[in-house]
């Protein structure tokens, strides 16, 4: 283990370290005996003028005397030496400006020391230093369904090399548009601050409902400094399955949601234009007609499928088993009952919404018989 530890040591010393120009520096690949380490390479916007540090590895009875920081060619600073450490400020970096506009406040200083050894030898390091943002969003989530309870989580995360935090802000806003409002005691564990969606803040304390779009910014300061981040999150309506299609007439008057055999049926014709419920394999079946709002299509409620907002049409609905005097384009909200197994293999009631759309009433026989087509889909709350 001890051999392996020089050997590790031998290797550091040497590798890495080249020269410029062979008549002011040490030949590159030569044993110098010396090798200068740089700690801190990322910091963050808040470091503007903070020690920076760096330790030396050296041969025995070598140490190294002196410290030459340049970038872009251009000597910055002399490191402050003690003993096998050395510190500068990042100050000596200038303004912390980057991009091909200097109009970013995150970007890397390219640097190079130029170290000294007590036998007077000299080697050279490069280093890129690395600037960062204070406050950033590590985990984003680029939409989420409504009431989904399926772990989801935004992660924001502060750092600062050498600077000290001061304080930390977190905001809500609905929609790109809106004003944003204070999160009163953010739960911050040390530099991270956890949102998990399924707990559904954004609808019990928030109030935001399926195609709104949540904002949260979190806002770090230091002395005068700050730096905030903000991340966005789609709040997306829970979808039912894709759609099918079904026919009642005389010739096939029962019909099943999701067994299609014909004598199986959960609904059947009624005459002239109809459909009941049957009542011993209904599961709990019924129907609400719904009120569409402003300007909304059956085709168009039909084709969003929003299985909360189906929900919320039949709560406020009044259900019926019976329906009558069917025409096209006419939309129903449909609740059931169906008995499935759960991942302990248990027998477990699921309610389901499903939408009911009439899609055409046509005349056959004279004008005698009449059939029914319609198209419907259906799912269950996720978490209900």
């Given at each position: 283990m001890k051999?392996?530890?020089?050997?590790?040591?031998?290797?550091?010393?040497?590798v890495?370290?080249?020269s410029?120009?062979?008549?002011d520096?040490s030949l590159?690949?030569?044993?110098?005996?010396g090798?200068?380490?740089?700690?801190d390479?990322?910091?963050?916007?808040?470091?503007?003028n903070?020690?920076?540090?760096?330790y030396?590895?050296?041969?025995d009875?070598?140490t190294v005397?002196?410290?030459e920081?340049?970038k872009?060619?251009?000597k910055?600073?002399?490191?402050?030496?003690?003993?096998?450490?050395?510190?500068f400020?990042?100050?000596?970096?200038g303004?912390?400006l980057?991009?091909d506009?200097?109009?970013?406040?995150t970007?890397s200083f390219d640097?190079?020391?130029?170290?000294?050894?007590?036998?007077g030898?000299t080697?050279?390091?490069d280093?890129?230093?690395?600037?960062?943002k204070?406050i950033t969003a590590?985990?984003?989530?680029a939409?989420?369904?409504?009431?989904?309870?399926?772990p989801?989580?935004i992660?924001?995360k502060?750092?600062?090399?050498?600077?000290?935090?001061?304080?930390?802000?977190?905001e809500w806003?609905?929609?790109?548009?809106?004003t944003?409002?204070?999160?009163t005691?953010p739960?911050?564990?040390g530099?991270?601050?956890?949102?998990?969606?399924?707990?559904?803040?954004?609808?019990t304390?928030?109030?935001?409902?399926?195609m709104?779009?949540?904002?949260?910014r979190?806002?770090?300061?230091?002395?005068?400094?700050t730096?905030?981040e903000?991340t966005?999150v789609?709040?997306?309506?829970?979808?039912?399955?894709s759609?099918?299609?079904?026919m009642?007439?005389?010739?096939s008057p029962?019909?099943?949601f999701?067994d299609?055999?014909p004598?199986?049926g959960e609904v059947?014709?009624?005459?002239p234009?109809?459909?009941?419920?049957?009542?011993?394999?209904?599961?709990?079946?019924?129907?609400?007609?719904?009120?569409?709002?402003?300007?909304?299509?059956?085709?168009?409620?039909?084709a969003?499928?929003?299985?909360?907002?189906?929900?919320?049409?039949?709560?406020i609905?009044?259900?019926m088993?019976?329906?009558?005097?069917l025409?096209?384009d006419?939309?129903?909200?449909?609740k059931?009952?169906?008995?499935?197994?759960?991942e302990?293999?248990?027998d477990?009631?699921?309610?389901?919404?499903?939408?009911?759309?009439?899609?055409d009433?046509?005349t056959?026989?004279n004008?005698v018989?009449?059939?029914i087509?319609?198209e419907?889909?259906?799912?269950?709350i996720?978490?209900e």
């Open positions: 051999n392996n530890i020089k050997y590790l040591m031998l290797a550091a010393i040497t890495g370290l080249y410029c120009d062979d008549e520096y590159a690949g030569t044993y110098i005996g090798n200068t380490l740089l700690s390479t990322k910091i963050s916007v808040f470091d503007i903070e020690d920076l540090s760096m030396f590895i050296t041969a009875g070598l005397d002196a410290v920081i340049s872009d060619g251009s910055i600073a002399d490191a402050i030496v003690s003993g096998e450490t050395a510190v400020s990042s100050s000596t970096l303004d912390f980057f991009g506009d200097l109009d970013e406040p970007g640097v190079n020391f130029v170290s000294t050894l007590s036998n030898q080697y050279i390091n280093y890129t230093i690395k600037v960062v204070a590590s985990e984003k989530q939409s989420v369904k409504y009431l989904d309870t399926t989801q989580k992660v924001f502060s750092f600062s090399n050498n600077s000290t935090i001061d304080s930390k802000t977190f806003k609905k929609g790109k548009n809106g944003y409002e204070a999160i005691n739960a911050f564990d530099s991270k601050l956890t949102i998990q969606l399924n707990e559904h803040e954004y609808a304390t928030y109030g935001l409902v399926a709104d779009t949540l904002y949260y979190v806002t770090v300061t230091s002395g005068t400094m730096d905030s903000e966005s789609a709040i997306v309506a829970q979808e039912m399955t759609s099918n299609s079904g009642l007439s005389t010739a029962q019909f099943n999701t299609h055999s004598n199986n059947i014709y009624t005459s234009v109809g459909m009941t419920v049957i009542a011993e394999a209904s599961k709990g079946l019924e129907f609400v007609p719904i009120t569409l709002p402003g300007t909304t299509t059956a085709e168009d409620y039909y969003a499928g929003d299985i909360v907002d189906a929900k919320d049409q039949f709560a609905g009044t259900s088993t019976a329906l009558t005097d025409e096209k006419m939309i129903f909200v449909y059931i009952i169906r008995v499935e197994q759960n302990d293999d248990e477990v009631n699921q309610t389901y919404y499903g939408l009911l759309k009439i899609t009433i046509i056959t026989n004008n018989n009449k059939e087509n319609f419907y889909k259906e799912g269950y996720i978490g």
